[in-house]
């Protein structure tokens, strides 16, 4: 039995609602799957018709990237957290994730909160700060009640997001 934190419980109490409102799961299911490349190329183009210096906002943005998923990546080698359908194999999984080997800290959060960041840096106004956040948010949310992660990962991606972003701003600037 396995001693459940307080992010496998709050999991375990979104987790129970999956197919009780098949548009919810559908919706869910293309925001966890489809909605990074949607978020991103949204960005991409408000970035454009705001006058952000583009070559600039994709050095950083890559740069960030790299590195957010290269400690991603050896954070899920050195300290492994398993995905939920690991821990709780009764998970209902709207989505397949690629492998199961970790699940700590949401690539797909960071990378959401790498783009919202450095956009938020070179071009900050009120509704941007507004948006792209609860975007971001939606993102990582959908990909906790899709099953295939806890909302502790959530908030590492968000957390590794921000501090790689902001070392990469005043690194490479």
Not at 12 to 18: A, E, M
Not at 63 to 75: E, V
Not at 82 to 90: G, K, L, S, Y
Not at 101 to 115: A, E, M, R
């Amino acid at each position: 039995m396995i001693q459940k934190s307080w992010s496998h419980k709050l999991f375990l109490r979104i987790n129970r609602h999956v197919g009780n409102w098949p548009f919810v799961d559908k919706l869910v299911f293309f925001i966890g799957y489809w909605g990074i490349i949607v978020f991103i190329s949204g960005i991409g183009i408000w970035a454009l018709t705001e006058g952000v210096d583009i070559l600039v906002f994709a050095k950083i943005t890559a740069i960030s990237i790299f590195f957010g998923l290269a400690l991603s990546w050896a954070t899920g080698y050195v300290m492994p957290h398993r995905r939920p359908a690991i821990d709780f194999p009764a998970t209902k999984q709207l989505i397949q994730p690629m492998s199961n080997w970790k699940s700590f800290p949401s690539d797909h959060t960071l990378v959401s909160f790498v783009f919202i960041t450095t956009f938020l840096f070179f071009w900050g106004g009120v509704l941007s700060y507004i948006l792209l956040p609860i975007c971001g948010l939606l993102i990582g949310g959908a990909r906790v009640w899709a099953g295939v992660h806890y909302p502790r990962d959530i908030l590492g991606g968000i957390i590794f997001a921000v501090c790689v972003s902001f070392l990469s701003i005043f690194l490479f600037l």
